[in-house]
């Protein structure tokens, strides 16, 4: 091999890692872009809505018992302090809704005619724990 043979593998080589870091860069970049919204409670956002507004977000509450409306699609999130309505006519319903549910809704606050309404496009709901259901058997 000679000299020059040995300069031009050396420098296609560089040339690929140069390109798969740049590809690996450029992913990382596309995954920090799209990574999810931290989840937030119903408490923290409504301590503070309007820095919420418009914006997009994961929502952490229960539903309220007694308050899921399947007419107008709302039903109501609360917290240890604040409550907010949430409009899923839109969302997409994991587990299908119950009182006292655990939900995560991924979605947008909106402030409208005076009240926060959180418009939810996926809300997943905490299955019961399997040990709750399951009967012993001896």
Sequence with gaps: MTHHEGVQMFSRRVR???LGGAL???LLGVLLIQAPEPT???DEVMNAPSEF???EMALRGEVVDG???SNRSV???HGLDHTVLVDYIDASV???LGDNRTVYAQGVLRYLDGEYVFE???IKTSCPSKYEEETPVD
């Design 120 to 122: 939810a496009q996926i």
């Design 67 to 69: 308050s899921i409306d």
């Design 53 to 55: 507004i418009d914006k």
């Design 16 to 18: 690929m890692l140069l």
């Design 40 to 42: 937030r409670s119903v």
């Design 75 to 77: 039903f109501l999130l």
């Design 24 to 26: 690996t860069l450029g």
């Design 94 to 96: 994991s587990n299908g």
